[in-house]
C-alpha cells in the first residue's frame, strides 16, 4: 500500500470528523499496488446515510489539501443497493482502520 500509517489515520479521521464516528474508510485503486507509480489517492465512505455532492467535495477537498494529492470519494450508504462500480471497489479495498499501526 503506498500510503503511509500517518496518513491513513489522517484519512480516516479526517471523514469521521464531518461525518461522525459511524463512517468507515476504504483505500482502492492504484494506491493499494505497491509497484505502481504516482496515481490518486480513492477512497470509499460507507456511511449510515446517503452523502450529498457537497459533502463528497468538502472531504475531498480537505483531503487534497492535507495531503497535497489527488483524491476521489465514493460514497456508499449501509445497506442501500450499490452499483457495479461500488462493488468492485469494496471487493478490492482495504479498511484504513486496519493500516494504521506504527
Known sequence: MRLTPAQSRLIAATVRRQLGAQ????????RL???????DVDI??????RLSLLERAHIKM??????SLPVDVVAIERGAQTTA?????????INLEDCQST
Do not use: C, Y
Not at 480537505?62 to 495531503?67: A, F, G, Q, S
Not at 462500480?85 to 479495498?93: E, H, L, S, V
Open 23 to 30: 463512517a468507515r474508510v476504504f483505500l482502492f485503486g492504484s
Open 33 to 39: 499496488d505497491d509497484a505502481a507509480k504516482g496515481g
Open 44 to 49: 470509499l465512505v460507507e456511511n449510515e446515510k
Open 62 to 67: 480537505e483531503l487534497e489539501n492535507l495531503l
Open 85 to 93: 462500480f461500488q462493488r468492485i471497489a469494496m471487493a478490492k479495498a
